[in-house]
C-alpha cells in the first residue's frame, strides 16, 4: 500500500507565498540537505531573496514516504529544504554559501547528535550550471577545510529527483515553536571566497 502524497498548506507560515508551483518565470529552485530540515529551512526563509521555502524528502527509494518511514532509515531519503529564490536578488552562489557554512559537511550519515541517513549532507541539483557551480563550491571548500585541519567532505551532489513534501506540521516548524529544536552547526570555516 502505498502512502497518499501529504497535505501542504497553502501558504508559508512567514511570508505567506504558495509552498507548492507553478511558481513565476523569473523564479528558480534549490535543494539542499544538511540535518534536520527545521533550522535548515529557518536558515534560507531569512535570507532577503529568497520567494519561499518547504521541507520534505529526496533522493530515496520510495514513494510518498512519511517522517516516520524516513526515520527508519528504510527508505534512504534525506530531510531535505526546497528553496524557491529570485536570482536577481540572491544568486545561487549565495545559497551555496549559506548551506557549507551553516553544518558540518564531513560527518557523513549524520550532522552532530542527529544520528541516520537522513541527516547526511547532499546538494540536488536542477540543471547542469547548478551542478557546476556546487561541485566547484565543494571543491573550493574542500581546501579551506582541509587547511582548517577539517577531514573529507562527505556531501552527495546529485540530479534533483522527486521532492516528497513532508507532513504539514513539519512547514516552518521553527516559526510556529519558537523554542522548538535545532541541531544546527558549522564548521566556523569561511565560505566567503569560495563561490
Not at 91 to 106: G, N, R, V
Not at 133 to 154: C, D, M, P, R, V
Amino acid at each position: 500500500m502505498t502512502n497518499a502524497p501529504m497535505t501542504i498548506p497553502d501558504s508559508h507560515f512567514v511570508n505567506g507565498h504558495p509552498l507548492q508551483g507553478p511558481f513565476d518565470d523569473h523564479l528558480r529552485q534549490a535543494v539542499f540537505a544538511l540535518g534536520c530540515f527545521w533550522g535548515a529551512e529557518r536558515l534560507f526563509w531569512q535570507i532577503d531573496g529568497v520567494y519561499s521555502t518547504a521541507v520534505g524528502y529526496a533522493g530515496g527509494n520510495t514513494v510518498n514516504p512519511t517522517y516516520q518511514s524516513v526515520c527508519s532509515g528504510e527508505t534512504n531519503h534525506a530531510e531535505v529544504v526546497l528553496v524557491i529564490y529570485d536570482p536577481a536578488k540572491v544568486s545561487y552562489a549565495q545559497l551555496l554559501k549559506t548551506f557549507w557554512e551553516s553544518h558540518i559537511p564531513t560527518q557523513g550519515m549524520r550532522q552532530g547528535n542527529d544520528v541516520g541517513t537522513q541527516y547526511r549532507s547532499a546538494i540536488y541539483t536542477f540543471d547542469d550550471e547548478q551542478e557546476k557551480q556546487a561541485e566547484q563550491s565543494l571543491a573550493a571548500y574542500q581546501s579551506k577545510l582541509t587547511a582548517a585541519g577539517h577531514g573529507q567532505i562527505t556531501t552527495q551532489i546529485a540530479p534533483m529527483g522527486t521532492l516528497y513534501y513532508a507532513e504539514e506540521y513539519h512547514q516552518q516548524y521553527l516559526a510556529k515553536n519558537p523554542g522548538g529544536y535545532c541541531g544546527l552547526g558549522g564548521t566556523g570555516v569561511s565560505c566567503a571566497s569560495v563561490v
